[in-house]
């Protein structure tokens, strides 16, 4: 059987970076030197070996890169061929510092490995080890890092920071922080001064026909950092968008006590339970908040700007403080509460909702309008659970009224409750429903015009009027 005798060496070119990110590759330069004593033709096949030397990991762990393979025609005794082996840090990696090393397998013209006479020179370790770091941004020195991470599903995705600050994993061995990922601003600038940063968590597209366009934050194959499921943060945030995102619990929550100098926009997609009902907390003020798929629970425990929400179905979105507006659609056996008790909640707040069924909306503020394109029920008929309350409502619409096409739209199978509260003005103004009025309307105060196209309900005085002014369900 053909033998060879290879040996390796790292190129003295080699010169890695002070860090990497999940995503980045190292390239290390070699040559292969025909250390028999005839000629050798064949090929070399060269890897890159990453061993983890954290004192937390024991035993070590060992990684390797796919093989550099360079073709060796007739190389003399002595002889050597060069060429270049690359390895991609991939966010699965249990470790975050290593020790690299080269090696080299030859193999015959056909790419079949042969024996190697002396195994004593087929591998080389380098005196520089590579650290891996899980940033995104600004930082040590290095601009626009962007992270480039896997899911347990195998679904690609991206973390990045803008505005001059830095995102950071953090596992807390070594800090004593709570673990999460930590959004860090430009370095000696105070919060109040610091420039507006935006965390981008963005889905990448590929052709794994068993990935999903879901991505798993808190299963998302990161290692050492697997799990980690809360954001510190107490930096003048502009936005974090994160479509396509899947977590069974996140918490905007701040690093240390102090004013957040301006609110946080906030885009998710997918909020999903991982094993039960997934949720979402977040504890500071909070910009414009767009949020879609909700099958957990997300809860704001601050004020908010404007509130965007599309596609609730079992599940909850909760506001425990003022918001500039809220838009809903597609919500089924869903909850939806905004609590404010101070004083500026006799703000107007206007309110759009659309293809509502067997949901509850609960408004603790005085809105100035609310409009609804339909309000329906599984069973065809109101149901307990299925209704809008607030402490005020200017003007109720409920439209556009039924065609052939959508002979539902217009339609408001659910009740209302207007109840008013302490130093605020108590009614419910105008009433205009295009379609069916199959509810009860129940008031704690004054009442203006209501007007409906078809009215089904035991609450009012004259079941077939199309206009009326209300009597039985008033109380005031």
């Given at each position: 059987?053909?033998?060879?005798?290879?040996?390796?060496?790292?190129?003295?070119?080699?010169?890695?970076?002070?860090?990497?990110?999940?995503?980045?590759?190292?390239?290390?330069?070699?040559?292969?030197?025909?250390?028999?004593?005839?000629?050798?033709?064949?090929?070399?096949?060269?890897?890159?070996?990453?061993?983890?030397?954290?004192?937390?990991?024991?035993?070590?762990?060992?990684?390797?890169?796919?093989?550099?393979?360079?073709?060796?025609?007739?190389?003399?005794?002595?002889?050597t061929?060069?060429?270049?082996?690359?390895?991609?840090?991939?966010?699965?990696?249990?470790?975050?510092?290593?020790?690299?090393?080269?090696?080299?397998?030859?193999?015959?013209?056909?790419g079949?490995?042969?024996?190697?006479?002396?195994?004593?020179?087929?591998?080389?370790?380098?005196?520089?080890?590579?650290?891996?770091?899980?940033?995104?941004?600004?930082?040590?020195?290095?601009?626009?890092?962007?992270?480039?991470?896997?899911?347990?599903?195998?679904?690609?995705?991206?973390?990045?920071?803008?505005?001059?600050?830095?995102?950071?994993?953090d596992?807390?061995?070594?800090s004593?922080?709570?673990?999460?990922?930590?959004?860090?601003?430009?370095n000696?600038?105070?919060?109040?001064?610091?420039?507006a940063?935006?965390?981008?968590?963005?889905?990448?597209?590929?052709?794994?026909?068993?990935?999903?366009?879901?991505?798993?934050?808190?299963?998302?194959?990161?290692?050492?950092?697997?799990?980690?499921?809360?954001?510190?943060?107490n930096?003048?945030?502009?936005?974090?968008?994160?479509?396509?995102?899947?977590?069974?619990?996140?918490?905007?929550?701040?690093?240390?006590?102090?004013?957040?100098?301006?609110?946080?926009?906030?885009?998710?997609?997918?909020?999903?339970?991982?094993?039960?009902?997934?949720?979402?907390?977040?504890?500071?003020?909070?910009?414009?908040?767009?949020?879609?798929?909700?099958?957990?629970?997300?809860?704001?425990?601050?004020?908010?700007?404007?509130?965007?929400?599309?596609?609730?179905?079992?599940?909850?979105?909760?506001?425990?403080?003022?918001?500039?507006?809220?838009?809903?659609?597609?919500?089924?056996?869903?909850?939806?509460s905004?609590?404010?008790?101070?004083?500026?909640?006799?703000?107007?707040?206007?309110?759009?909702?659309?293809?509502?069924?067997?949901?509850?909306?609960?408004?603790?503020?005085?809105?100035?309008?609310?409009?609804?394109?339909?309000?329906?029920?599984?069973?065809?008929?109101?149901a307990?659970?299925?209704?809008?309350?607030?402490?005020?409502?200017?003007?109720?619409?409920?439209?556009?009224?039924?065609?052939?096409?959508?002979?539902?739209?217009?339609?408001?199978?659910g009740?209302?409750?207007?109840?008013?509260?302490?130093?605020?003005?108590t009614?419910?103004?105008?009433?205009?429903?295009?379609?069916?009025?199959?509810?009860?309307?129940?008031?704690?105060?004054?009442v203006?015009?209501?007007?409906?196209?078809?009215?089904?309900?035991?609450?009012?005085?004259?079941?077939?009027?199309?206009?009326?002014?209300?009597?039985?369900?008033?109380?005031?």
């Open positions: 059987m053909m033998a060879a005798d290879l040996g390796i060496a790292i190129g003295d070119a080699f010169a890695p970076l002070a860090f990497y990110v999940p995503g980045e590759s190292v390239t290390v330069p070699f040559a292969v030197r025909n250390n028999g004593i005839d000629a050798f033709t064949g090929k070399a096949s060269v890897r890159v070996k990453l061993t983890t030397n954290n004192s937390n990991i024991d035993p070590p762990l060992e990684v390797s890169s796919l093989p550099a393979v360079v073709t060796m025609t007739n190389v003399a005794a002595d002889g061929v060069t060429g270049n082996v690359t390895f991609v840090f991939t966010s699965d990696l249990d470790g975050y510092s290593f020790d690299v090393s080269l090696e080299v397998t030859p193999q015959t013209s056909a079949v490995n042969i024996e190697d006479e002396w195994l004593d020179d087929n591998t080389v370790q380098s005196d520089q080890g590579l650290e891996l770091e899980y940033v995104a941004g600004n930082y040590g020195g290095r601009t626009g890092l962007v992270m480039r991470l896997e899911d347990a599903d195998g679904t690609d995705f991206t973390v990045a920071m803008t505005g001059g600050g830095y995102a950071q994993f596992d807390g061995v070594d004593g922080n709570p673990a999460g990922l930590y959004l860090w601003g430009v000696g600038m105070l919060n109040s001064a610091q420039p940063q935006t965390l981008s968590v963005t889905y990448i597209a590929d052709t794994d026909t068993e990935s999903d366009d879901t991505i798993n934050f808190d299963d998302a194959g990161l290692g050492v950092f697997d799990g980690i499921d809360t954001i510190y943060s930096l003048r945030l502009a936005a974090i968008v994160a479509p396509n995102l899947t977590l069974s619990t996140m918490t905007l929550a701040s690093i240390q006590s102090g004013v957040v100098a301006t609110p946080t926009a906030i885009t998710l997609r997918d909020i999903k339970p991982s094993f039960d009902f997934g949720e979402v907390s977040i504890g500071r003020p909070v910009g414009a908040f767009t949020v879609r798929d909700i099958t957990g629970i997300v809860n704001i425990n601050n004020s908010a700007g404007a509130i965007r929400v599309n596609n609730i179905t079992e599940g909850s979105l909760t506001v425990d403080g003022l918001i500039t507006s809220l838009t809903a659609q597609d919500l089924t056996f869903a909850s939806v905004v609590n404010f008790e101070g004083t500026a909640n006799r703000t107007a707040v206007p309110i759009t909702l659309r293809d509502v069924s067997d949901s509850s909306v609960v408004l603790n503020l005085q809105l100035s309008t609310v409009t609804v394109r339909k309000w329906l029920t599984a069973e065809g008929f109101p307990s659970g299925n209704y809008l309350a607030a402490r005020a409502i200017g003007t109720l619409t409920v439209g556009p009224a039924p065609t052939t096409a959508d002979p539902t739209s217009g339609n408001f199978f009740d209302v409750f207007v109840i008013g509260g302490i130093n605020r003005p009614q419910l103004g105008t009433v205009n429903i295009a379609g069916v009025l199959a509810g009860s309307l129940f008031v704690n105060g004054s203006g015009a209501v007007t409906a196209r078809t009215v089904n309900s035991g609450s009012f005085a004259d079941p077939t009027a199309s206009s009326w002014t209300p009597t039985m369900a008033v109380n005031g």
